[in-house]
């Protein structure tokens, strides 16, 4: 059973940063492929980034681009997100998934993903 516990959101003023972390319990970890998603009031799950098992691949939304920075530590069973110049726009409850699937591309959907965490609220005020 692979268990996602999201950490690290809160309130934050518009331009500030916050730093969520999803710690994984998973033998093989380094299997997955790992993505954040956000959800916002009376909106759809949307995609926000994803890495590679390795790392070295990420790809993001056009709408945090340049803003937000995933990565992992393999070691550590963990994927993080660096969130910076926050936007009001960016309120929403955050989502760590799991995925054995590979290519980046097909892992903007919420679908191809098995596992998922209980979220964390991210707050940002105008």
């Known amino acids: 059973q692979v268990q996602l516990v999201e950490s690290g959101g809160g309130l934050v003023q518009a331009g500030g940063s916050l730093r969520l972390s999803c710690a994984v319990s998973?033998?093989?970890?380094?299997?997955?492929?790992m993505g954040w998603f956000r959800q916002a009031p009376g909106k759809e799950r949307e995609f926000v980034a994803v890495?590679?098992?390795?790392?070295?691949?990420?790809s993001y939304a056009d709408s945090v681009k340049g803003r937000f920075t995933i990565a992992r530590a393999n070691a550590k069973n963990t994927v993080n997100l660096q969130m910076n110049s926050l936007k009001p726009e960016d309120t929403a409850v955050y989502y760590c998934a799991a995925t054995y699937k590979y290519n980046l591309g097909e892992l903007v959907h919420r679908n191809e993903y098995a596992y998922w965490g209980q979220g964390t609220q991210v707050t940002v005020s105008s």
């Open positions: 890495v590679s098992w390795s790392g070295g691949s990420t």
């Open positions: 998973a033998r093989t970890f380094i299997q997955y492929s």
